[in-house]
């Protein structure tokens, strides 16, 4: 499903993003990416879908080598990639409903395709009551569950989920994480990338640990214990 093969990237000022990391994440793992700030993980987030490019090696998403995939492509890819970051980057001036449905116009799907796309979408994450809400009149967790909600729109394999805890409290974390439990159990690959220990301990799947730029540990059913 997703393969680095010896990739490293390197950033103007010989800054160290990544160093000569080779990985294999399955079809329908739960992964966590952990390590403490600066580590990497951010980086690792940005080549996988295609916000940077490796200085060096290869990265390849389901078939598809992206270390090649040309700016035009991109949009595909991320189509087949659902990203979910810490801010939630709604739109204010438009309900939880148009904010999920915006992501299919954009891509130019049809009328009737939205009409019965989003509310399976607004389902699967318990806003079905709230889709004529704006972000503003909704909770932090609800608005990353509709971040969620417009990252499954597009039926991806893969979903990337860089600190999607990280401006919640305690209730909101957990729910999220059981989202995000939910929706690996419909086989969907899940790379959760986060500093949240106590988390990645709860979940007991596999834990891929990064430190300066280098992969120092993964373990099947680990702990993050740096």
């Keep these: 499903m997703i393969r680095l093969k010896n990739v490293s990237k390197i950033y103007p000022g010989n800054i ?28 690792l987030v940005k080549l996988l879908i295609s916000e940077e490019r490796p200085s060096s090696g290869q990265i390849v998403i389901g078939g598809w080598d992206i270390s090649l995939v040309r700016s035009s492509e991109v949009p595909l890819l991320r189509r087949q990639i659902g990203v979910v970051f810490q801010d939630f980057k709604l739109l204010p ?7 999920v449905a915006f ?3 954009v891509a130019g799907v049809r009328s009737s395709r939205i009409r019965a796309i989003v509310p399976q979408a607004l389902k699967i994450v318990g806003l079905t009551d709230k889709v004529d809400r704006y972000p503003r009149q909704i909770s932090g967790g609800e608005q990353q569950r ?3 909600a417009r990252s499954l729109v597009h039926r991806p394999k893969i979903i990337v989920a860089d600190e999607p805890t990280g ?13 995000l439990r939910r929706i690996n159990g419909f086989g969907t690959t899940v790379v959760l990338v986060t500093h949240n220990r106590e988390v990645v301990n709860s979940l007991q799947r596999r ?7 280098l992969v120092v ?3 099947e059913e680990g702990k993050y214990v740096l």
Excluded at 93 to 99: A, F, G, L, Q
Excluded at 207 to 213: A, E, H, L, M, P
Aim: net charge negative.
């Design 16 to 43: 160290v993003g990544l160093q000569n990391v080779n990985l294999h994440i399955r079809p329908g793992e739960f992964v966590s990416i952990v390590g403490q700030s600066g580590t990497g993980k951010t980086t």
């Design 93 to 99: 001036k438009k309900t939880v409903y148009e904010n």
């Design 103 to 105: 992501a299919l116009e």
């Design 146 to 148: 509709v971040v969620i």
């Design 167 to 179: 401006n919640l409290d305690s209730i909101n974390t957990w729910e999220i994480i059981d989202l």
């Design 207 to 213: 834990v891929i640990t990064i430190d300066r730029g």
């Design 217 to 219: 540990s993964d373990v």
